[in-house]
Each structure stands twice: as C-alpha cells, then as structure tokens.
C-alpha cells in the first residue's frame, strides 16, 4: 500500500517568513496530492491540493510543487501569519470516478503531519 | 450546503453500550469515508463507502459497523467498545472517489 513520509514533524518560524513541508510517496499509481490545515479541536480542511499532471499550483500565499520522478512534493507558504499555527498534513491517494481498479483506489493516505508555529 | 455534519460532538460510553455516530451531507457527493483520529496523529481511514456500497473495510474490527442508508447519511454502529477505541471519529464525502474530501467537525469518543 501507500506510504507517504513527511518532514519537519515541527517547525517554528517568525512572522512574515516562509515555511516549507515536504513529503515522499512510495505508490506510483498515486495521482492526488492535497494538503490539509487542522486547527486544535477542528476538521482537517483542504487548503490546497496537486493532481499528478500538474507540477505546480499556486493560491495566494500557499503554494505546492510535485516532483513525480523522485515521489515528491512539497508545501509553500509565504509572508506567514499567526493564524497560519496549525498541524498540516499532506497526503496521496489514486482517485477516480467510479472507485473501480484495485484495493488502492480512493484511499487517502495521510503523512505524520507537521506541527506549525507562526511567532509574532 | 457545503458541510459534512456530524452528530453527537461528543460521546461518553462503557465498554457494554450500544451507540452509533451519524453523519449527513448534501453536496450530491456519492463517496463517504469514515476515519479515526488519535491526538497529534494524521487520521486513518476505517471504511469507504461508494454509491451507497461498502468499498473499502480497512480490517476494522466488528465491534465497528458502517451503514450507509442513502447517498446522504452514513453511520457508524458502535458495541462493545475497548478503552483504545477512544479517538475522534471523522466522516468525509467526496464527488470523485479519493479526491477532495470534505471533512465533518467529528465526534469525540471517549470509552470508559
């Protein structure tokens, strides 16, 4: 099955700064890549995510590249703010329409998550 | 109606109670996961339901059981619980199967 890697566990910057999150993927059927912001006590909400014939997608300060040769991709945050402080969690999985195609197909398969902290 | 709702927020049960969580969506979508969340760990999936049908069981024991009544309404029966099983339990829905999920608030279960 999936397994995806992710990295920094945590990371800590000051306001205004950037932040970077990577992760790895070892599936190479997967083809959706999307991000995840959970704020304590809240749901997991999707902020931004990839499909695997795109290399690169921006929104506003939030961007994400996906490096399919080397199973990699990685969030980008600009001009970071407080309310950025969240856990994020990327995550891959093979999507279709009707699910047909294997065990695989539409699970989404989570990293470890990255705790981040915006300092003011 | 752009949310996944779920009911009760929070639930309290012993190990010999019979409960069942539930969840509700109206955006058409014809996917429905249930996942289970332990703190500061990345939720992991439980079942897949697809056009109504139980597509994915994750090796969930059966003291777990999935139903999916319509395309809108997905629960999940509870019995015999075990302490360990105490976690937050999230629905999501989807259009397209495995994409995009939509996120309920969750339900806080703790097992005493």
């Known amino acids: 099955g999936e397994n995806v890697e992710q990295h920094p566990s945590t990371l800590s910057v000051q306001e205004g700064d950037s932040a970077v999150i990577k992760c790895t993927y070892s599936?190479?059927?997967?083809?959706?890549f999307p991000w995840y912001k959970q704020e304590l006590g809240k749901r997991p909400q999707l902020i931004i995510d990839?499909?695997?014939?795109?290399g690169e997608k921006k929104d506003q300060r939030i961007a994400v590249t996906l490096n399919k040769t080397a199973k990699h991709f990685s969030l980008h945050i600009t001009e970071t703010q407080p309310e950025d402080s969240a856990v994020y969690f990327c995550?891959?999985?093979?999507?279709?329409?009707?699910?047909?195609?294997?065990?695989?197909?539409?699970?989404?398969?989570f990293g470890q998550g990255t705790i981040l902290t915006v300092h003011p | 109606d752009t949310e996944v709702t779920q009911t009760p927020k929070h639930l309290v049960m012993g190990m010999t109670n019979k409960k069942s969580l539930k969840c509700e969506q109206h955006?058409?979508?014809?996917?429905m996961y249930w996942y289970k969340q332990k703190a500061k760990k990345p939720p992991e999936l439980m079942f897949v339901?697809?056009?109504?049908?139980?597509?994915i069981n994750e090796s969930v024991p059966s003291r777990f059981s999935p139903e999916c009544p319509n395309s809108s309404l997905l629960n999940l029966h509870l019995h015999a619980l075990q302490p360990e099983d105490s976690a937050l339990y999230l629905c999501?829905?989807?259009?397209?199967?495995?994409?995009?999920?939509?996120f309920g608030s969750g339900t806080q279960l703790s097992v005493l």
């Open positions: 339901y697809s056009y109504e049908k139980l597509s």
């Open positions: 955006m058409g979508h014809r996917a």
């Open positions: 999501a829905s989807s259009l397209v199967w495995g994409e995009k999920l939509f």
């Open positions: 995550a891959a999985s093979h999507y279709g329409l009707t699910g047909a195609g294997g065990t695989s197909y539409g699970k989404l398969t």
């Open positions: 599936d190479s059927a997967s083809n959706y």
């Open positions: 990839i499909r695997s014939n795109v």
